[in-house]
Nanobody
């Protein structure tokens, strides 16, 4: 069964940090760009970050630049999203997705570009 599984979400205070993981099973991530997206209640799903298949190119949404860092470990078939200086407006369900058509993240924000999606992990930033 081909799937992506996110983990690492939780409740943290403003200014805190979390590291999300996106693990693949049933297929290798080596040939896929991996995007992170988030969706808050009542809002559209938005692109947070993307890392190319080689790891050599990364993209970030304007709202997270300088605070979030995406990385990948192809040996572990896993992509990570390190989130620092978290704000209440970062509260959302976070999803990872795999894009085999544009492995360079050139279609980062196009939701219909992605082949596989995870089920999401909840991130809540609150004091």
């Amino acid at each position: 069964q081909l799937q992506l599984v996110e983990s690492g979400g939780g409740l943290v205070q403003p200014g805190g940090s979390l590291r999300l993981s996106c693990a693949a099973s049933g297929f290798t991530l080596d040939y896929y760009a991996i995007g992170w997206f988030r969706q808050a209640p009542g809002k559209e799903r938005e692109g947070v970050s993307c890392i190319s298949s080689s790891g050599g190119r990364t993209n970030y949404g304007d709202s997270v630049k300088g605070r979030f860092t995406i990385s990948r470990d192809n040996a572990k078939n896993t992509v990570y999203l390190q989130m620092n200086s978290l704000k209440p407006e970062d509260t959302a369900v976070y999803y990872c997705a795999a894009d085999g058509l544009s492995p360079d993240c050139s279609a980062f924000v196009r939701l219909d570009e992605y082949d596989f999606w995870g089920q999401g992990t909840q991130v809540t930033i609150s004091s």
